[in-house]
């Protein structure tokens, strides 16, 4: 039985470490061939023989490199569109959980319900409303869609619910304000699932592709994945510079990856236990 | 006024920016899609009018449209049930082992959280026929024959796949291993005490009781792989969907009508057939599930 138990569970570490190269084994082949050279791309040697930092050079501090600016408008986007989820999001969890009033269920019902709506059905109308009011090429039209989300009012409705109503009413009782109880109290109170929910905001719009692809039509205005996919399809067999510019697109999301993976975690796991 | 009534009040106040966003952002824009459907809007014409279910007619009779419909399908159903079963195995795995879980899972996750815009790069990149590609140079190292793999028609469509099922297995192990561990410990103790085998502890106590997220999972993968684009538009040539529209995912049939044909009403007709088939999937699974879940119980 002790026999059988430790052979499956070395059998098990075997197993996963397999399965754990196979998983990096593409990111160890993009930063290899980030530093190889034109030439030395070609070669089928696995590490370069002549490591470079040429392609880094090229993409981030060439003065005709368009990628510093797409990184700017990524980081733009992410930013400002986090911001916005993070204090809207609240709001409404809030709202839904401490207020009553009529209409309460519906309108949780209806706000959830739009997460079923696919995307790729509106982002035409959105296409012909950003035509309409001449949003195209401007960061309020990348980011207009994602203002608010609904999955983080799910998320944050299921966290208001533990702060406790007497805390609440004492801050009435000393005359604040609804919205300095929000902003003063509340928010603070939360700061756990505000770090969960930002960071997920943070990573998918700094990610996103369709929309971004349909409203940018000037590379100025380029997110870094669609900067990224246009630069790429140009670039032909320049394999070590899509490669560098695939690091460069990572690099962020992988430190943030690292620092905030707590956070990560608990929240990848909460979206299913709470499924 | 009263107490209620003003709290009611403040209520509505903070609810108003946000519902302003739900209808003008969401629902209005679905409702536009809908009834522009109805039209021939193009920008490429002045004038819209309307033409009824020619839309539906036109789309349902392309044979690319057909193609790219049963393109979809091929991605949902080789994808979803690979990465629930893999990831499952995986999460079961890391449940067992006591060391370094918190270190495997942090490896696992990391194609989820990196653009998947770039990953598909990478993946071209090791795709690449002889001598190029960094897979068959492994594969004819290993005695395997060359692989076409995003330039073969019959190949292509499971490259990707593949890749999909790559990024997502994390994501997935993760909220398994985070249901297994919810499990409690006592309910598999006392099993154990009464001479359950490790396969029955499995089968009898721990699948069951996982039963609700491997349904949530489904659910979310199935339309995660109906809804394939990014992987689509940047691992095929020129972002075509091809070869012969092999890889040709229907997001990704809709983006051509809409914004390098500019046919917007028949763009519109096509994503509400896509819509309508997420919707037909996501409920023929709980259907399934829920027979499955009361057919365990009256057993």
Redesign the interface.
């Known amino acids: 039985m002790m026999v059988e138990k430790r052979v499956?569970?070395t059998l098990?570490?075997v197993?996963?470490?397999t399965?754990?190269l196979?998983?990096?084994f593409?990111?160890f082949?993009?930063l290899l061939?980030s530093f190889k050279d034109a030439s030395q791309i070609?070669e089928?040697r696995?590490f370069p023989t002549r490591p470079t930092l040429d392609n880094y050079r090229l993409i981030l501090l060439d003065g005709h490199s368009r990628f510093p600016r797409w990184f700017l408008n990524s980081a733009v986007v992410a930013v400002c569109t986090t911001a916005s989820v993070l204090f809207?999001d609240s709001?409404?969890g809030?709202?839904l959980s401490k207020?009553?009033?009529?209409g309460?269920k519906i309108?949780f019902l209806?706000?959830i319900s739009?997460l079923?709506?696919?995307?790729?059905?509106?982002?035409?109308?959105?296409?012909?409303?950003s035509r309409a009011m001449k949003w195209g090429n401007t960061y309020w039209g990348v980011m207009?869609?994602g203002?608010?989300s609904?999955f983080g009012v799910f998320l944050m409705r299921q966290f208001m619910s533990t702060i406790p109503n007497d805390l609440l009413d004492a801050a009435r009782i000393d005359g604040m304000g609804?919205l300095s109880i929000?902003v003063k109290i509340v928010m603070p109170l939360v700061t756990p699932a505000l770090a969960t929910l930002a960071i997920f905001n943070f990573?998918g719009n700094?990610?996103a592709?369709?929309w971004p692809?349909?409203v940018a039509s000037k590379p100025r205005m380029f997110t870094?994945?669609?900067g990224?996919?246009n630069f790429?399809?140009e670039a032909g067999s320049d394999?070590h510079l899509?490669?560098t510019?695939?690091?460069v697109?990572?690099a962020p999301?992988?430190a943030l990856?690292l620092v905030f993976?707590k956070q990560?975690?608990r929240g990848?796991?909460?979206?299913?236990?709470k499924? | 006024m009263t107490l209620a009534k003003k709290r009611a009040m403040t209520a509505y106040l903070f609810l108003a920016v946000p519902l302003v966003f739900f209808i003008g952002v969401r629902f209005g824009p679905m409702l536009y899609a809908m009834l522009r459907s109805l039209t021939d809007w193009s920008l490429l014409r002045k004038t819209n009018q309307f033409i009824g279910l020619s839309n539906f007619k036109a789309v349902l009779g392309d044979p690319v449209f057909l193609k790219a419909l049963a393109n979809t399908l091929k991605y949902a159903i080789v994808g979803a049930p690979i990465v629930i079963a893999l990831s499952l195995g995986i999460a079961l795995l890391l449940n067992r082992i006591a060391r370094a879980r918190g270190f495997f899972r942090l490896i696992y996750i990391l194609p989820y959280i990196t653009p998947i815009v770039a990953v598909s790069w990478v993946w071209r990149w090791m795709y690449q026929t002889p001598p190029l590609g960094i897979l068959n140079a492994i594969f004819s190292a290993l005695g395997l024959p060359a692989m076409e793999f995003l330039l073969s028609p019959n190949q292509a469509l499971y490259s990707i796949v593949a890749v999909n099922i790559w990024v997502e297995l994390g994501y997935c192990t993760t909220v398994f291993l985070a249901g297994i561990q919810t499990i409690p410990m006592d309910c598999i103790e006392a099993a154990r005490i009464d001479g359950a085998s490790s396969r029955q502890i499995l089968f009898g106590i721990v699948l069951p009781l996982l039963m609700p997220i491997t349904l949530f999972l489904m659910i979310m993968q199935g339309i995660q792989f109906l809804r394939i684009f990014t992987p689509v538009y940047n691992m095929s040539a020129q972002a075509m969907g091809g070869p012969l529209d092999s890889t040709k995912s229907a997001a990704l049939y809709i983006y051509q009508e809409a914004f390098t044909k500019f046919e917007l009403g028949r763009a519109s007709a096509a994503s509400l057939v896509l819509f309508a088939i997420i919707m037909a999937v996501t409920l023929a699974q709980l259907k399934l599930f829920d027979k499955k879940a009361n057919g365990e119980v009256e057993s």
Do not use: D, H, R
Not at chain 1, 99 to 102: A, D, G, K, R
Not at chain 1, 268 to 273: C, K, P, Q, V, Y
């Open positions: 499956g569970v098990a570490y197993i996963l470490a399965l754990s196979v998983m990096v593409p990111f082949w993009m061939s070609f089928t696995v809207f709001l409404l809030y709202t207020f009553s009033f009529p309460k309108i209806l706000i739009t079923m709506i696919p995307t790729e059905m509106l982002v035409i109308p959105w296409y012909a409303l207009f869609p203002m608010i609904a609804e929000f990573i700094w990610n592709f369709l692809l349909i870094l994945p669609v990224l996919a790429s399809g394999w899509i490669m510019g695939a690091t697109a990572m999301l992988i990856f993976q990560i975690v990848i796991a909460m979206t299913g236990l499924g």
